[in-house]
Every structure is written in C-alpha cells, then in structure tokens.
T-cell receptor
C-alpha cells in the first residue's frame, strides 16, 4: 500500500453514461497525476495538478474528460458520455516536489468497463 | 520520437532461476530511468532509479544497469520467487518536458 487510494476500484457502466473516479493522494504531496492504462501497455499520461492548479493536459484527454483538484488535496476524474474505448485502468499518482528525483507513488487504480 | 521499448514482452521462468529484462529508449534529453513492478490489478511500485552517471543499482534481489551511451537498461532478478510474478515497467524521465515515458512492460511469470 503506497498511501494513495482510489475509489471505486471497479466500475461497470453502459455506453453513454457519466462516471466519476476519486483519488486521495499522500497527504503532503503537492503533485497529483492521472494516467490511463490499457491491457498489456504501460500507463499513458492524462493530466497533472500542482496543488489545485491543473498544469498540463494530454491530447488523450478529450472534451469528455475533466479533472479537478478543488482544494489541492483529493482529485476527481469525470468521463462524460462514456464510450467502449474508454475501458481501461485509470491510475492516480502523487509526488512531493518536482525535481528529477521526484518519485510518483501510484494508487491501485480504478478499472472501468464500458458495455 | 521519445519511446521506451521493452523485451521480451513476456517471460516464464521456474522458481529459483535468474532472469534479465531489457529496456531500450530513445528519449532525449535524458534525466533518469526507473524500473517499476506492477502486480496484476495494482498500481506500479518503484524498484530502482538511475541517473545518467549511474551504471548499476541494486534493491534486494533486483539489480538494474544503465548504459547511457547505448541507451539501454536491464533489470536482473536473482533467485526468483513466486511473488516476483508481475509486470516490470521501464520508465524514462526526459523528452524535453521532463515527463515520464513508460514502456509497455515485460510480464514475468514465475512457476513452481
């Protein structure tokens, strides 16, 4: 257990529905990252926050995706009008600082299945 | 294009045996390289981190090597245990935006 928690751990939804995932980082960590991982692949960067500011978004993050970190603590990732191609593991990671030795600690992930 | 390629894609070994996983990268500029272990259904956990000037680093039965000239790294697992069964992901920090670039991983299965 790295100290990063994610909820829910699993989500099954029908195409077209909205889903929201939550990530609780390690409490003193100022950076929070979201990744998407499909079967047999490494994680792909989606977005990251430094405190409450969303500093970067990947081109993978379409308009249907939105992430927030309102108080610089927990974060939510919402997917609107889900599509079957959204089925993946969504990983959250947190870190302290931004130097080259920065270590990201990953949560267990939320596995999404869109039917 | 900044890429990280790993081989083999999957590997089966018997408990107690050693194995070596390979990672080649084309990330530039290079900052550091990490190996992560990811158990099925879990998030990745960092095993080692190496910077440009480091050639080898150990973490218990895991030994990582880095050749920054040839842009290759390896992860050697000694005396494998059943609990070593996992995906091992090579991750390079760099590429101009100081991002993490992940390989697809090597899926290791250790059989009794």
């Amino acid at each position: 257990d790295t100290g990063v928690s994610q909820n829910p751990r699993h989500k099954i939804t029908k195409r077209g529905q909205n889903v929201t995932f939550r990530c609780d980082p390690i409490s003193e960590h100022n950076r929070l990252y979201w990744y998407r991982q499909t079967l047999g692949q490494g994680p792909e960067f989606l977005t990251y926050f430094q405190n409450e500011a969303q500093l970067e978004k990947s081109r993978l993050l379409s308009d249907r995706f939105s992430a927030e970190r309102p108080k610089g603590s927990f974060s939510t990732l919402e997917i609107q009008r889900t599509e079957q191609g959204d089925s993946a593991m969504y990983l959250c990671a947190s870190s302290l600082g931004s130097g080259t030795q920065e270590t990201q600690y990953f949560g267990p992930g939320t596995r999404l299945l869109v039917l | 294009k900044n890429q990280v390629e790993q081989s083999p894609q999957s590997l089966i070994i018997l408990e107690g045996k050693n194995c070596t996983l390979q990672c080649n990268y084309t990330v530039s500029p290079f900052s550091n390289l990490r190996w992560y272990k990811q158990d099925t259904g879990r998030g990745p956990v960092s095993l080692t981190i190496m910077t440009f000037s480091e050639n080898t680093k150990s973490n218990g039965r895991y030994t990582a090597t880095l050749d920054a000239d040839t842009k290759q790294s390896s992860l050697h697992i000694t005396a494998s245990q059943l609990s070593d069964s996992a995906s091992y992901i090579c991750v390079v920090r760099g590429g101009g935006y100081n991002k993490l670039i992940f390989g697809a991983g090597t899926r290791l299965a250790v059989h009794p």
